[in-house]
């Protein structure tokens, strides 16, 4: 695969994967709270949209890591693509399953539990590190792009300069 495929693959994976995480935190997030009866129900549902982006995000930042990271006008862009994918990885395979876990103990909305309740907190916080940990996949993954554009124009550039003879 050439240089050049290797650089528009990869832009266009963190597109689709950005476009993704945007409407998931834009659209399908807020409209789940507006819509069903219950927070505990959207929280549910959105919570089950979750693993299908965290692990699509690792996904998309070992391939991008992997075709951008043999390019070197792109390596700060398969940096920002590895913290992408740890974030995912971190929230996914650490913060969630302990959300999930807690869920089950609490037996019922948390919103019932006291204000001051230990578990109503650790899920506060649990579900702060989660939105967090989305928030940097998603802007590392930006920076990403932004580096592989950047890495693409120049290609084109210094193509366009050399005469066809």
Do not use: K
């Amino acid at each position: 695969m050439s240089r050049d495929a290797r650089l528009l693959t990869s832009a266009l994976l963190v597109s689709a994967w950005g476009g993704a995480a945007l409407l998931t935190v834009a659209v399908v997030t807020p409209g789940a709270f507006a819509v069903l009866p219950t927070r505990t129900m959207a929280g549910t549902m959105v919570g089950s949209v979750l693993p299908a982006l965290f692990l699509s995000g690792i996904v998309v930042a070992a391939i991008v890591v992997g075709l951008s990271g043999r390019v070197a006008e792109s390596r700060p862009a398969a940096l920002s693509a590895a913290l992408a994918g740890g974030a995912c990885a971190v929230s996914q395979f650490g913060i969630n399953p302990r959300i999930a876990r807690l869920r089950v103990e609490i037996g019922g909305p948390v919103d019932a539990l006291p204000a001051d309740d230990a578990r109503r907190v650790a899920f506060g916080l649990l579900h702060g590190y989660s939105i967090g940990g989305l928030a940097v996949a998603m802007l590392a993954l930006a920076i990403s792009l932004g580096f592989l554009v950047v890495a693409l124009r120049r290609r084109s550039h210094a193509s366009a300069s050399i005469p066809l003879t």
